[in-house]
Every structure is written in C-alpha cells, then in structure tokens.
C-alpha cells in the first residue's frame, strides 16, 4: 500500500474488493478517495449480477456509477457473449459496447471466431430489455454475409416489447420477402406479436405465371394462460394477393380450459382457410403444402364413474378442387354415454350411447340441407365363464335412429325434376342387433429358459375363437342422408372363425420392462349365415360363395421397437391371391428407426393387379444430437411412379440449426415440388427461411 488514506490506495500482487453490487478482481488497482474513482489494471474482471465483463484495464467511477473497461470480453446471462474494444457502463443497467462482436456461441478459447455473430460500431444495451445496434453484419466464422440497418437483441429471459430481428426470405412463388415483427409482453399471462411480410412479386417463368407487382402479408399471434388450467393461442394471417387480385386468409385457434365448473373440461381447436390452394401457396412448412382437410371442434366434455356428456361443435372440410368442396358441421352434437355397467347383482351387464345432432351438410348443389337426428344405442350383455379356458358372451341391442329428413329415391327424382334430393319428411330408421364371442378351449404352455439368455421365460398360448355379428338391414336405406358412420349401417349376419398362436416373452432383465408379445400367428376366415349376402361373388353374379376369403395375420416383434407383420387374404372362389402386404419397422440406436411397407391387391377373377405399392420411411441420426435425416418415399410399382417423397435434413449445433426440406408430389397428370431452407439462430429464432416450389403438368 501507497500513499496515504486522503489521497489514495494502491493494491497489488492481486487483489479482490466489492463495490457497491459488483465484485472486481485483477492484478492490480488504484482508489483515489478524493474523486471517488477506482482504476484496475488486468487481466481485470467484472462481475455483476448476470453479468461477467473480463478486459485488461478498468475505470470505475464510484461516485457516478459508472465504469469502462476496454478490451473487453464477457457475457450477459447464458445467451449473449460478446467482445469490444471498451464497454461502458453507463448505468446501474445500461451499457454500451465499442466495435462490438456478439453472439449466442459460447466463444472458445483458442480465439477461433464463433459460428455466427454480429458485428457493429456501437451497441447499445438495456440489460433488462434488448441490445440495440445500427448498421450490423451478420457473419458466419469471419465471413461477412448479410448487413441489416438495424437489429434488436433479447438480452434477458423475461419477456420484454420490442421488434423482432427481421426475416429475410425467398420463394420462386412469390420472390424475395422481408419479414417485420413486433412483440408486446402485454403481462405475465398475455402476449403478441404482429408481423408484416413484404413481398416483393416474382416475374413470369415458363409455363407457370407468377405476380409481377409487390404485395404484402399481414399476422398476428396471440397466446394467454390467465390461470393455470386454461390456456390458448390464436394465430391469423392475411395477403393481399395481387396475382390472383384478392385478399386471402388463414385463421387457427386452439384453447383448453381443465377448470371449468362443474368439472367440465373445455377444448377448441378451429382452422379455416380462404381459398383451396392457400397451403400450396403460402404455407412455409413442406408437411403442409398438401393440405386438403381441415377439421375444427369445440367441446365441453365430463366424465363421472362410468359416464360421460360431451356437447360439440364440429366442422369437416375436404377440399376436392379448386371450385368444389365438401362441408360437414355438427351445430351441435350432445352426447351421453353409459359404459358397461353390472345391472345389480345380476349377471348382465348394461351399457348405452345417445346423441343428438343438428346437422349442415353442404356435399353438393343438390346436397345443401340442415336437419335434426336423434341417435339410441342400446346394449345389454352377459359373460358366460364356463371355465377358466372357455368362455361365452352374448350381447343384444339396436340402433334407433331418427331424421328430421331424408333423400328421394332415384325416380323420384326423374320423376319430379327437384333441384334438391331432400324430401322434407322425416324418417326413423330401427336395426336390431346381436353379438356373441366364443373364446377357447384354450391351451398354454410355460417354458423356462434360466436368466442367462435375453428372456428368462416365454408363454405359448394357443386360441380358437368364434365372433359372430348380426346388423338388420334396412330396407330404405336409400333415403339415409349420409353424415357419419351412424348412417353408414349395412345389414349383416357374418360370422368369423380364428385360430389365435402367441408366443409371449418375459426379459431376464427386470429393467427390461415386463412380458410382451414376440410372435403371433393368426388365421381366420369370415362366414355368413344369410344366403342373399355371399361374401365372395363373380364379376356377373354368376359364381357366388357364402364362405369368405382365408385370412392369414404374421407378427413378429424380436423388441419392443423392431417387428414385422405380414397379412394375406386368399379368394378361395377363383383359387388366388386377392392381397399382400409386409410393413416393418427397425429401431436404430435411441431414436432412429427404418420403416417399410409393400402391398399388393389383385383381382382374382381377371388374375389383374389393382395395386402395387411400396414405401420406405426413415429417421436416422448420422450425428448423434446433431445431424438427423427423415425420409419417406412412396412408389407404384404398377404405374412405375413415385407418388410421394419428402426429404427432411436436421443439423442442430449449440448455437444454432439448419433444416432443408423437399417433397415431391405426382400424378400421372401433375407434379408439384415444394422445398425450404431454414436457419435458426439461437435466443433470435427463425432468421432465414427461403421457400419455393413449381408445379408442373406431365
């Protein structure tokens, strides 16, 4: 120590002191008492809060609050490092940072330049808000490639207002964009965010016509949790598509409230579109350019013991072309449901569905109408253990169903010449039904196998069974407006006869899991007792069987995440093959896997074949934790086509990630490619995303 205490300390040979909330060391320091300032020389570090600046000498004006330190390195928090020439603080938290390189990298120190950063002349940063800097680059390693006037940086993990870093992009369907976005932390349990694209049109190429003129793009993304049960977000979009010379819209809704009173748990999921080809055009990722239903819902539901209510509202939407589509809305449904429940002491047992619908179907020009049904399904069964091998259950019920109105027949309409095929009359539709299930003798076996191999024990169980089901038909089915699969009832009087093998193993390691099936060979064949409905007829009646085709069901699971399954039907009426199909999957390593289907449907009778398919499926990690690639191609070996292939490549680094996509689309008539290319940079998100596609006629 120098000096005396009025004028001044000196420390050395290290040292280590707290000013006010920050804690310095370094190698060594000058205080001067009288102008309250504190010099330190380095290497010299800094440690605030979150904050940990390291340089080679410091000024500390105590009296102000304040402080530099140059050559400075550090970091904020876990998510932003930085270096600059000087740093100065210029409040308690705001600072500013000379010739600054930033990043979300954790920076080595063999003083390799990070995988990206951002350099700037100056930065200006709130450490309870964002970093804010003029006139950036953005670089990879020390490459420069893309200068921004202006970018914003969260720089704590609360949430804090402000624009989003902007979003470059491109798609030869609609040419460069640029993506501006504002965030609003409204409060703890609501926030926003709105964004404009701007687009800047693409010139015609080739065949395909594209919009010459700029357009814009208008979002919004709204998320709320006001309590700890109930939750949601809405997401809507709007273009203003020069090209086509409209406006255009996308919507999506979800929320789930699980504190509803009474015990009621409540669920929205809504989407609509403006248009057929919104997806292909405008949606950026891959798995949804194809997109052609849409389904929305919004229920209350309750269960209590062995019931539940359910009040619904649905809409299906499929869209068939451009100009046509089919929608199907249940304004609402009231469901109630009673699950098997004994009756008493007695040995049967009760159980019931109901439901009423106000239904909106809109399938045509003709097929616009809005009507009332009420659905009954009642059923009441009784097991029958005859023995701990054998055993029997009978089940009897019905479906009583009503309609507000019902279709005319095909003359009638001839006759008529109605625009509509509603009758305007109403119709109850009454089917009695019977089920019965005969299980064994059946016959099992245990082999031991010691706790030296792979299964200490496996169980080989050997099982004939008898289902048979009866459905009434329906004499005017005709005059059923089709809905759902309520309307869709055919009588039937069939029976099915099977022989059950499994062979169940039991791993020697306890940490293994439990016993599960390995292997499972099952044969049955259907048979019915009605003679007016053969199961197995010619192409000119001529030939009927009453007997159905012979079935055969292989699987095989050597673990829990491999298996292979093999299904085949024999026609025995023209002695062939009528369908095949293998489908397998092999799990590799923790979370890779191969997947592959092929199947064949044939036309006995004509010894043709109607379909030949096959598709191979994969989600491999070539880099564990780092580089993943999904694959899924699906090709007819008839038509020698690929029908659909889409490539997904996931590289994820610490600091940031990649994702290119592609997928492929064809018919005999058209082919449509679509494919993206994603940056995601850590704490900044999205920062490229390039898209585009063409669509051609064959």
């Known amino acids: 120590m120098e000096g005396t205490f009025e004028e001044q300390h000196t420390l050395s040979n290290g040292f280590w002191i707290r000013l006010r909330d920050s804690q310095v060391s370094g190698d060594r320091a000058v205080y001067d008492h009288a102008n309250e300032r504190f010099e330190a020389e380095g290497p010299v570090v800094l440690m605030r809060g979150n904050e940990v600046l390291r340089g080679s000498r410091l000024e500390f004006d105590v009296a102000a609050e304040t402080a530099s330190i140059f050559d400075a390195d550090g970091n904020i928090g876990a998510d932003l490092f930085f ?101 609003w932390a409204i409060n703890r349990s609501y926030d926003a965010t709105f964004n404009v694209d701007l687009y800047a049109g693409a010139p015609s190429n080739g ?74 055009d405008f949606e950026r990722r891959v798995d949804r350019n194809s997109l052609r239903q849409l389904y929305s819902t919004a229920f209350v539901s309750r269960n209590w013991g062995n019931q539940s209510l359910n009040v619904q509202l649905d809409q299906r939407k499929t869209f068939i072309s451009a100009s046509r589509e089919i929608q199907l809305r249940q304004l609402p449904e009231i469901e109630y449901k009673l699950r098997s429940t004994r009756l008493g002491k007695s040995p049967l047992y009760f159980q019931v569905k109901s439901s009423l619908h106000y239904l909106d179907t809109n399938r045509s020009a003709r097929r616009i109408a809005r009507y009332g049904r009420g659905h009954l399904e009642p059923e009441i069964s009784v097991p029958i253990p005859l023995a701990s091998w054998f055993s029997l259950s009978l089940t009897a019920g019905g479906h009583l169903t009503w309609y507000e109105d019902s279709l005319i027949s095909a003359e009638e309409r001839r006759a008529t010449m109605t625009t509509t095929d509603f009758r305007g009359e109403d119709l109850m539709r009454v089917v009695p039904t019977a089920r019965a299930e005969i299980v064994g003798p059946g016959f099992s076996r245990i082999f031991e196998l010691g706790e030296e191999g792979r299964f200490s024990r496996l169980k080989h169980v050997i099982e004939p069974r008898i289902a048979y089901g009866y459905f009434q038909d329906y004499d005017e089915r005709f005059r059923i407006p089709l809905f759902d699969e309520i309307d869709n009832l ?98 590799i390593g923790r979370t890779g896997s191969v997947g592959l289907r092929w199947a064949v449907r044939r036309n006995p009778e004509l010894d043709r074949t109607r379909r030949h398919h096959a598709q191979v499926s994969t989600g491999l990690d070539l880099i564990p934790g780092k580089l993943r690639v999904n694959s899924m191609v699906s090709y007819d070996i008839e038509q020698k086509l690929i029908q659909i292939q889409r490539h997904v490549v996931d590289f994820r680094a610490c600091c940031y990630g990649l994702r290119f996509e592609i997928a492929d689309f064809r018919t005999a008539l058209r082919r449509d490619t679509q494919y993206r290319l994603l940056v995601t940079l850590k704490s900044v998100g999205a920062f490229f995303d390039i898209t585009g596609g063409q669509s051609e006629a064959l």
């Open 83 to 183: 270096t600059g020439a000087a740093v100065h603080m210029l409040s308690e938290d705001r600072f500013t940072i000379l010739d600054a390189q930033f990043t979300a990298c954790e920076v080595e120190d063999d003083g390799r330049a990070p995988d990206w950063s951002f350099r700037a002349k100056r930065v200006d940063v709130n450490a309870n808000g964002y970093a804010k800097t003029r006139g950036v680059s953005f670089r990879t390693r020390k490459a420069p490639l893309v200068y921004l006037p202006y970018m914003l940086w969260p720089v704590q993990s609360s949430r804090v207002s402000g624009f989003l870093t902007p979003k470059p992009g491109f798609s030869t369907r609609r040419g460069p964009s640029l993506g501006l976005a504002y965030y």
């Open 490 to 587: 055919r009588g039937r009087n069939v029976a099915r006869i099977s022989l059950f093998n499994r062979l169940l193993a039991k791993p020697a390691d306890p940490a293994a899991g439990g016993a599960f099936e390995i292997l499972s060979v099952q044969f049955f064949r259907d048979v019915s007792l009605d003679a007016d409905q053969p199961l197995l007829r010619s192409l000119d009646r001529s030939l009927t069987s009453q007997n159905g085709p012979v079935g055969a069901l292989l699987r095989f699971n050597p673990s829990r995440r491999t298996g292979v399954r093999f299904d085949a039907l024999y026609d025995t009426l023209f002695s062939q093959v009528s369908s095949t199909a293998i489908s397998g999957s092999l799990g």
């Open 207 to 280: 065949n395909q016509a594209f919009s010459t003129e700029a357009f814009w793009g208008l979002g919004t993304e709204f998320r709320y949790r006001p309590s700890e049960g109930t939750a949601g977000e809405f997401d809507g979009y709007l273009i203003d598509d020069t090209e086509r010379g409209e406006r255009r819209w996308r919507m999506r809704w979800n929320h789930q409230s699980r504190d509803l009173p009474g015990g009621f748990r409540g669920v929205i999921r809504f989407e609509d579109v403006s248009d057929f080809e919104f997806f292909r």
